[in-house]
């Protein structure tokens, strides 16, 4: 398996101040011959489904608002929310689908106001 | 905009089969792979398993003996059998629609439903 660790596990950000986790997988996530990164993010607010953010590690689904931006390549990535809303606390999981398997998902970032 | 709804007990015995049907509604469910993916409480999440449009699965190998995913005969559903449940096995059970091939991250997603292994 892949396995996906997060870090933190919690942060505490002030609103309007940015807010970054990694998410760091046990072996490459990059495809060489198309030169893409099978990673996605998801935000996931209590009582509710995840909600995919981020795809390819850095392609923004529709919808999403700008703030929300991932990079990174190979076994390191980051998840950056550049100006921290009230909305946006949750709990932020990244998930490889480099291989079915299986498909994994990190254990989980939870983002709080300070 | 697709829409999906997962229905089944909320209850289920310990050693018995869990057993959850997906409603997929607003769209087609040829050409995408349709997943379960389940969160205990408190918990992460862990990928169960797909069946693609053609019936082919791939599941979990930490849950593939005791797993069985399946397209409904109408093709609007799809359904997830879990046996000889036990406790570990409570969890809020979500579908989801992963794109297609090669591109298995889940763009649309269910609302869960809990289901809880007690006697």
């Known amino acids: 398996d892949i396995v996906m660790t997060q870090s933190p596990d919690s942060l505490a950000v002030s609103l309007g101040e940015r807010a970054t986790i990694n998410c760091k997988s046990s072996?490459?996530?990059?495809?060489?011959?198309?030169?893409?990164?099978?990673l996605a993010w998801y935000q996931q607010k209590p009582g509710q489904p995840p909600k995919v953010l981020i795809y390819?590690?850095?392609t923004r689904e529709s919808g999403v608002p700008d703030r929300f931006s991932g990079s990174g390549s190979g076994t390191d990535f980051t998840l950056t929310i550049s100006s921290l809303q009230a909305e946006d606390v949750a709990v932020y999981y990244c998930?490889?689908?480099?291989?079915?398997?299986?498909?994994?998902f990190g254990g989980g970032t939870k983002v709080e106001i300070k | 905009q697709v829409h999906l709804q997962e229905s089944g007990p909320g209850l289920v015995k310990p050693s018995e089969t869990l057993s959850l049907t997906c409603t997929v509604s607003?769209?087609?469910?040829?050409?995408?792979?349709w997943s379960w993916i389940r969160q205990p409480p408190g918990k992460g999440l862990e990928w169960i398993g797909y069946?693609?449009?053609?019936?082919?699965?791939t599941y979990n190998p930490s849950l593939k003996s005791r797993v069985s995913i399946s397209l409904g005969t109408s093709k609007n559903h799809f359904s997830l059998k879990l046996s000889s449940v036990t406790a570990a096995d409570t969890a809020v059970y979500y579908c989801?629609?992963?794109?297609?091939?090669?591109?298995?991250?889940?763009?649309?997603w269910g609302q869960g439903t809990l289901v809880t292994v007690s006697s």
């Open positions: 989801a629609r992963a794109y297609g091939s090669g591109t298995y991250y889940f763009d649309f």
């Open positions: 607003g769209g087609s469910i040829s050409t995408y792979y």
């Open positions: 069946v693609y449009d053609s019936g082919s699965t």
């Open positions: 072996q490459s996530v990059l495809y060489s011959s198309n030169n893409k990164n099978y």
């Open positions: 390819w590690a850095s």
């Open positions: 998930q490889q689908y480099y291989t079915t398997l299986p498909l994994t």
